[in-house]
Nanobody
Framework: QKHVVESGGGLVQPGGSLRPSCAAS????????IGWFRQAPGKAREGVSC????????????FYGDSVKGRFTISRDNAKNTVYLQMNSLKPEDTAVYYC?????????????WGQGTQVTVSS
């Protein structure tokens, strides 16, 4: 059975960095698109970044005109069967629970297996 488990969140000051991990079991991360999502209190869940399976192409979202590309980097370690989201220059508005999920392709909004999430809090 497929499972993904997020970890690596925490409390960080504005401008700081975190690198949440999405560890997979029951399947190989290289065979699926893996998306990172976040949900802040009182807000809808939103996509943050995604990496495709075959070619490893990556995608990043734009929030209120501010693209996370350049601050966030998604990557995949096939040997560890894990996908990472390196987050730099964090802002208070990045505070949310971050989730990863499996899909067929980043352009297809159909996500099958979700983790329990990891809390990211950006505050001074």
């Amino acid at each position: 059975q497929k499972h993904v488990v997020e970890s690596g969140g925490g409390l960080v000051q504005p401008g700081g960095s975190l690198r949440p991990s999405c560890a997979a079991s029951g399947f190989m991360v290289e065979d699926y698109a893996i998306g990172w999502f976040r949900q802040a209190p009182g807000k809808a869940r939103e996509g943050v970044s995604c990496i495709n399976s075959k070619d490893g192409s990556t995608f990043y979202s734009t929030f209120y005109g501010d693209s996370v590309k350049g601050r966030f980097t998604i990557s995949r370690d096939n040997a560890k069967n894990t996908v990472y989201l390196q987050m730099n220059s964090l802002k208070p508005e990045d505070t949310a629970v971050y989730y990863c999920a499996t899909g067929t392709h980043c352009s297809t909004p159909s996500w099958d297996y979700w983790g329990q999430g990891t809390q990211v809090t950006v505050s001074s």
